[in-house]
């Protein structure tokens, strides 16, 4: 075989004879060379051209799992926010609920040894291995039981302080006592002889005999109703206590209050004296239940 090849530089041809096997093989691995070579340059190009490319879509995916990582974040803080204003809503519900707690045991005059809110309660007891780590739904399902269960404590101590309340406020407006601070009973509830005609009658009241001028007390706390001179009373006070109760204080000598006065018990209502149908200083004194004089002595008796 004969190869011709032209040189431009020389200006003539020059041939070569493949005929022998070792040129044969010479020229096969030439070509294979260049063959080789031209490859190689051909994937560079390549890929000098594709890798900009690629960068550019390494760098869009990064960027987008940044941005699902920060919302991520974003999305586990107001998770985190909403469970610490929970906690924060059962903290003043539980500083509330001691504070309730320590009115109510003043009110219901309970030792503070044995209901101690400012401690923790002391717990123990054998664990059992059996259990499973708190997990996030758990943690919120625990979370809302346990404000279910602060506001129905706090709605049974609220009922608990009212009832409470009702009956300190019960206490304070039944009558209870003596209407004079020093002095004696000198006619009881019921029949006895009138002192002014000896005839039989109905006495409505309890008469206190105490010395001119001294102090008549209210026995419950209440509403002055009436202030001034009756018929058979002379001057009188009457105080309504509410739950249809009402005293009555006459024969005074003076009054200390006026009609629409809240009065306490032991508050100062008049002064006693001998005025009306009296025959010395002393109190008329009378309880009615819804208008109706009841024995007062059920009540002084307390």
Not at 4 to 28: C, D, K, M, W, Y
Not at 41 to 49: D, N, Y
Not at 145 to 151: D, R, T
């Amino acid at each position: 075989m004969n190869i011709i090849f032209f040189s431009r530089r020389e200006g003539r041809a020059r041939h070569f004879n493949l005929g022998h096997p070792v040129a044969v093989t010479a020229f096969a691995a030439v070509l294979i060379a260049i063959l080789a070579t031209t490859f190689s340059l051909g994937m560079k190009i390549g890929e000098s051209r594709s890798h900009p490319r690629g960068e550019s879509t390494w760098s869009a995916n990064l960027a987008e799992q940044q941005a699902e990582i920060k919302e991520l974040k974003a999305e586990l803080q107001r998770r985190v926010d909403a469970v610490a204003m929970r906690i924060g809503q059962m903290n003043a519900h539980v500083i509330r609920l001691d504070a309730l707690g320590k009115r109510l045991t003043q009110m219901a005059k309970i030792d503070d040894r044995e209901f101690d809110f400012e401690s923790q309660p002391a717990v123990g007891g054998p664990e059992s291995e059996i259990g499973a780590a708190m997990q996030a739904p758990d943690l919120n399902a625990l979370v809302t039981g346990l404000e279910q269960k602060l506001s129905s404590r706090d709605a049974q101590m609220s009922a608990l302080e009212n009832a409470l309340l009702s009956r300190k406020l019960d206490e304070q407006i039944r009558p209870d006592g003596r209407p004079v601070r020093d002095g004696h009973i000198s006619s009881y509830f019921g029949e006895r002889q009138d002192p002014f005609n000896g005839h039989q009658a109905f006495h409505k009241g309890i008469d206190f005999a105490s010395p001119a001028g001294s102090d008549v007390v209210a026995v419950a706390a209440g509403v002055v109703t009436f202030a001034g001179e009756k018929a058979g009373y002379g001057n009188l006070i009457e105080v309504s206590h509410g739950n249809g109760l009402t005293t009555r204080y006459g024969h005074n000598r003076a009054l200390a209050v006026g009609v629409g006065r809240m009065v306490e018990r032991g508050d100062t209502v008049a002064f006693v004296g001998s005025t009306g149908r009296s025959t010395g200083p002393h109190v008329h004194f009378e309880v009615l239940k819804e208008g109706r004089q009841i024995d007062p002595l059920t009540f002084i008796g307390r």
